[in-house]
């Protein structure tokens, strides 16, 4: 999937000369917890979230320091410090830098770029312009859409017996030599020895994960090496 599937198309966006009071009504009223910036053009030129509203000196919540520390931190930082918590525009807090991806990025790389840079959310731009924005409401949303889609489906039992099989065969941590597995009506039962309990886990969550696979039943055996007993699967409590 690319992230012009999953994008919000109407973007609210917001003016850099637009009063801070304003911005936060807006984001209330909108239910969003960040507005891109667009000039006259409709360029993107920063992006305003609610993390930049946390120091405010209406609310009391600016930075308070010792004497000591705000000389190590020197008069840049502190006068940067004020003119976020004291500002009235836009222009004057938001991120000026902004990271953007275009129609055509795959949603893999859109999802890497939000957990390394650690953003909610990121615009999607054409020509400068923003055309859309992926949140990671989009992204929960996709995954929802793709699981109903994929339920559409019913594959049989061989064939969901060799996926699971597939499945388990790319993983370095699963014996495919030893765990089998047999699927009757949907019914997927896992059999053989494991030689760590979080195998166990592992095996039922690869199997769960096939389209198709109605319960999952657990034969797996744990061997412990060093004593070379063996336990079958916990009891589930009624």
Do not use: C
Not at 8 to 31: F, H, N, Y
Not at 105 to 131: F, S, Y
Not at 197 to 204: K, L, P
């Amino acid at each position: 999937m690319k992230a012009a599937e999953v994008m919000t198309p109407k973007v609210v966006t917001i003016r850099p000369d637009t009063p801070l009071v304003e911005a936060a009504r807006l984001m209330l009223q909108s239910g969003i917890s960040g507005l891109p910036v667009v000039d006259d053009a409709g360029h993107l030129v920063g992006i305003v979230t609610e993390g930049d509203f946390l120091r405010r000196a209406e609310t009391g919540t600016e930075h308070r320091r010792p004497r000591w520390l705000e000389f190590l931190l020197g008069p840049g930082r502190l006068a940067d410090e004020y003119v976020r918590s004291h500002a009235r525009t836009v222009r004057e807090i938001m991120t000026p830098k902004v990271i953007t991806v275009s129609e055509d990025t795959p949603l893999q790389d859109v999802v890497a770029i939000m957990e390394r840079r650690r953003i909610k959310r990121v615009p999607v731009v054409r020509d400068d312009k923003i055309v859309g924005i992926v949140s990671r409401a989009n992204l929960v949303q996709a995954l929802a859409h793709l699981a109903e889609e994929s339920s559409g489906s019913k594959p049989d039992d061989e064939m969901m017996r060799a996926q699971i099989m597939g499945e388990l065969a790319k993983q370095s941590w699963a014996r495919t030599s030893s765990i089998n597995v047999i699927v009757r009506h949907g019914i997927a039962e896992l059999w053989g020895p494991i030689f760590d309990q979080r195998q166990r886990e592992a095996v039922r969550v690869a199997a769960e994960n096939v389209v198709g696979v109605g319960n999952v039943k657990d034969h797996l055996v744990w061997v412990e090496l060093m004593s070379g007993l063996s336990f079958g699967p916990p009891e589930k409590e009624d």
